[in-house]
């Protein structure tokens, strides 16, 4: 089955230290993106790549870094310049600009 | 910049009635727009997308959106709401072109749906 997953589903991380998000795609993709999701707040953009080493920052990106060494991947990095990282964070990819994002499970990151 | 506005965070029905979830975009140029809906602790599902093709626009699980140019808006209906409909819903839109398919939602609203 085609469709996009993220892993881990739970992360803590505890202070100062860097944490990476995992996203994977067997869809054929070339855009991904991640968000971050708070209470009440919708979704944000945190990044977005719309080709293999290329990369852009969204709305948010103050405190993350991304890479895109291959298509199907697009990992995220919670760096320790994130003072409040307790969210729900999102991957998406779409095929086109003005296509479907597709969504992946989420992964849901919590602070010792 | 594009925006977004989802009246109401949160929305009550009873079972059967009428669900009506309200979205107002913001751009002058009639954006691309998608509802999603996601249940607690899950991804976004794609309920039904709005392209230029047809105002009356029919998705998922009985639900349809209408857009209005003359309103900005793309309000999510449902004749009869059931149980399995209790989740959150978000509105969102892309300009599309140089933007590349970046979205911009709305806050989400919470439908709850009553026996």
């Known amino acids: 089955d085609g469709g996009i997953t993220q892993s881990p589903k739970y992360l803590f991380r505890k202070e100062g230290q860097n944490v990476t998000l995992s996203c994977e795609q067997n869809?054929?993709?070339?855009?991904m993106y991640w968000y971050r999701q708070d209470p009440g707040q919708g979704l944000r953009l945190i990044y977005y790549?719309?080709?293999?080493?290329?990369?852009q920052k969204g709305d948010i990106a103050e405190g993350y870094s991304v890479s895109r060494e291959k298509k199907e991947s697009f990992p995220l990095t919670v760096t320790s310049a994130q003072k409040n990282p307790t969210a729900f964070y999102l991957c998406?990819?779409?095929?086109?600009?003005?296509?479907?994002?597709?969504f992946g499970p989420g992964t849901r990151l919590l602070v010792l | 910049a594009q925006s977004v506005t989802q009246l109401g965070s949160h929305v009550s029905v009873s079972e059967g009635a009428l669900v009506l979830l309200r979205c107002n975009y913001s751009s002058s140029v009639p954006p691309y727009l998608f509802w999603y809906v996601q249940y607690p602790n899950q991804g976004l599902q794609l309920l039904l997308k709005?392209?230029?093709?047809?105002?009356l626009v029919k998705g998922i699980n009985g639900f349809e959106a209408e857009f209005k140019k003359s309103e900005t808006s793309f309000h999510l209906t449902k004749p009869s709401a059931h149980m399995s409909d209790a989740a959150e819903y978000f509105c969102a839109a892309t300009s599309g072109g140089t933007s590349y398919g970046k979205l911009t939602f709305g806050q989400g609203t919470i439908l709850t749906v009553h026996p």
């Open positions: 998406a990819s779409t095929q086109t600009p003005q296509g479907t994002q597709y």
């Open positions: 869809l054929n993709h070339d855009a």
């Open positions: 790549s719309q080709i293999v080493n290329d990369f």
């Open positions: 709005y392209t230029s093709a047809a105002t």
